[in-house]
């Protein structure tokens, strides 16, 4: 690459330190729903601003600078209109990061903000800022703890994409997904593994809304949901368990007893399949290692490495197989196995 046209290091430096301000307006659009009010038709600012009871002028200017990051349209008319990145921005369409925004620049910005305090005590920031655990929170603001949900199963759909492909379900019976929130990832192994039938298990106030789900579905006749805490038991029997993005929420001690649950529960044969980010070494980017950071400021839960999965694997009484990476950098599939 020749070198004159390298951006120099003090504006790189410029582009990471504000990449918040856009991160910010994105979460501004969002919360105004202004990605569904543009999917009918494009509006003026003046136009949106009336819908949103917003100032219109100021609303203008921050349509204006996601349009300069290709978020929106601005058009010669003087509307805007969604591009392919806006539509991510709409609420209950497929690969809608939506309620992610309103949970990454809602819930978790203070958290962010106050990382410092985590690097230098090793504590939760989430906790030190509302005096109460994340998981606490989300109890006591149903509003957010809903939205929380919503983010996830965006999540869900990028596994069901790039993890799926990469794993043979269908020499399996019985299917469990530990912390398996509304089923979705649940139901897409089914469909993939029509011999299975599948449990959906995870916390009383989620098995409701999973079992609306599942009916919704039609797959009340291979499917359940049950109920109850991964720290106290876990199904048993089975011939396959998931777990997805549970681990990295916990510290070494809470994920060993989480493993040796699942090891009490599973028969000789019986697979294990996390689904978590598996961390590089050096200094080769992945999205991981950030993600690890989120751990750090929110739930005081990391991302881990093959060796320290590994360990964890082993000290639960099971035998780490393998890791099998996907489409994903952001999701492998770490195989153990109860021998």
Known sequence: MNNQHQIPPPAQMMQMITGFWTSCCIYTAAKLNIADHLAGKPQTASQL????HSHSASLYRVL??????GIFN????????NTPLGDTLKGDVPGSMKAMALAQLGDHYNAW???????????????YVEEMSVWKYYETHPEEGVNFMKAMAGLTGAVI???LPAYDFTPFKTIVDIGGGNGALMMAVLNVAPQANGIVFDEEYVVNETKDSIAAKGLTNRCQAVAGTFFDFVPKDADCYLMKMVLHDWDDEHSLKILSNCNSAMKSGSKLLILESVIPGENMPHPGKFMDINMLAMT?????????????IEQSGLRFSKVIPTHSPMFSIVEAIKD
């Open 300 to 312: 005081g839960g990391k991302e881990r490495t093959e060796k320290e999965f590994a360990a964890l």
């Open 49 to 52: 601003a009336e819908t949103t």
């Open 161 to 163: 994409l790039n993890v």
């Open 64 to 69: 204006r600078a996601l349009s300069g990051v």
């Open 113 to 127: 903000g106050n990382l410092l305090y985590s690097v230098k005590t090793g504590n939760t920031a989430f906790d």
């Open 74 to 81: 601005e058009n010669e008319n003087g509307t805007f209109s």
